[in-house]
């Protein structure tokens, strides 16, 4: 009997990660990243989730803002458990009241990050640059 063994990674992001990363950024958002904006945080708190030498998502962190900068799973990958995998990865590298921005119709990322412990505190009117307000999400880490 042939069995496909699924072993999911999570690693630090290296450069040569960085066009399968945008590949999926592309396909997550209707705005995504520019590319620099990946690169720029490389080196810095930026995981990558690898299956069988794929990359199925990833997770910037910034730690001088305690901000989660930028989470998404390949939209095959989804409802898996890897999102959940790299939020806790990346949250044990922070520490005190992390924060959050989510566009407020992102209805299924809200509902993640509450499934993982982040509380709406507040709306940021027209904080996107097509006008859609924010909703802005924290969590405590000791
Ligand atoms: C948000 C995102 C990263 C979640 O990744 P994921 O790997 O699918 O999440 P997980 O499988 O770890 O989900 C953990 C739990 O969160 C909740 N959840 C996740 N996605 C959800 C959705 N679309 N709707 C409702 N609840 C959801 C569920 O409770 C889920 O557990 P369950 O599947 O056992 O019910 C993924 O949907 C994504 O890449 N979305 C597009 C990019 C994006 O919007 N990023 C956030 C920008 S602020």
Redesign the pocket.
């Known amino acids: 009997m042939h069995e496909e063994f699924q072993i999911v990674k999570i690693r630090k992001c290296r450069k040569e990660d960085l066009d399968e990363i945008y590949e999926i950024e592309r396909v ?2 209707n705005y995504p990243y520019p590319p620099f904006v990946f690169y720029s945080y490389l080196n810095k708190l930026f995981f990558v989730a690898e299956e069988n030498g794929r990359i199925i ?1 990833y997770i910037v962190g910034d730690r001088e803002r305690n901000l989660i900068v ?6 095959d ?11 806790e990865y990346l949250l044990k590298h922070m520490h005190g009241e992390v924060i ?4 407020k119709s ?4 809200i ?2 990050y509450k ?2 412990g982040f509380k709406e505190k507040k709306e940021i009117k027209s904080y996107y640059m097509d006008g859609e307000d924010a909703i802005l999400m924290v969590k405590m880490i000791d």
Do not use: C, D, T
């Open positions: 997550s958002f998502g930028s989470i998404a799973v390949h939209p990958y989804r409802r898996k458990g890897y999102g959940r995998k790299l939020m959050l921005q989510v566009r992102n209805k299924g990322a509902e993640f499934k993982l």
